[in-house]
């Protein structure tokens, strides 16, 4: 499966965007999660969807991000409110994570990432 991450771009410090993961099969039995890199910092884990549709999110964006996914379309969408300054890297989608879904080696395949930058 390939992963094609979109939707990233230069916001303002309070706003939002909508990061969208399309896949290029099925991935309806799949763990899907994002993470994000700022330069300078090691691949960090922003949030996780289960195959069932449970989210879970790191405390760092819990109550402003929501992961969602539609197996319709096999997309994953990541809503990101209230952004803040420290939230601008580059965000990657990732599939079929196990058990670790907070950890980036627990994922088989990646997107090529969608570069968010927010403003102060």
């Known amino acids: 499966v390939q992963l094609q991450a979109s939707g990233g771009g230069l916001v303002q410090a309070g706003g939002s965007l909508r990061l969208s993961c399309a896949a290029s099969g099925r991935i309806r039995s799949h763990t899907m999660g994002w993470f994000r890199q700022a330069p300078g910092k090691e691949r960090e884990y922003v949030a996780a969807?289960?195959?069932?549709?449970?989210?879970y999110y790191s405390d760092s964006v819990k109550s402003r991000f929501t992961i969602s996914r539609d197996d319709t379309r096999n997309t994953v969408y990541l809503q990101m409110n209230n952004l803040k300054p420290e939230d601008a890297a580059v965000y990657y989608c990732?599939?079929?994570?196990?058990?670790?879904?907070?950890?980036?080696?627990?994922?088989?395949?990646w997107g090529q990432g969608t570069l968010v930058t927010v403003s102060s």
């Open positions: 969807i289960l195959w069932i549709g449970t989210p």
């Open positions: 990732a599939g079929n994570g196990g058990s670790y879904y907070y950890t980036p080696d627990d994922y088989d395949y």
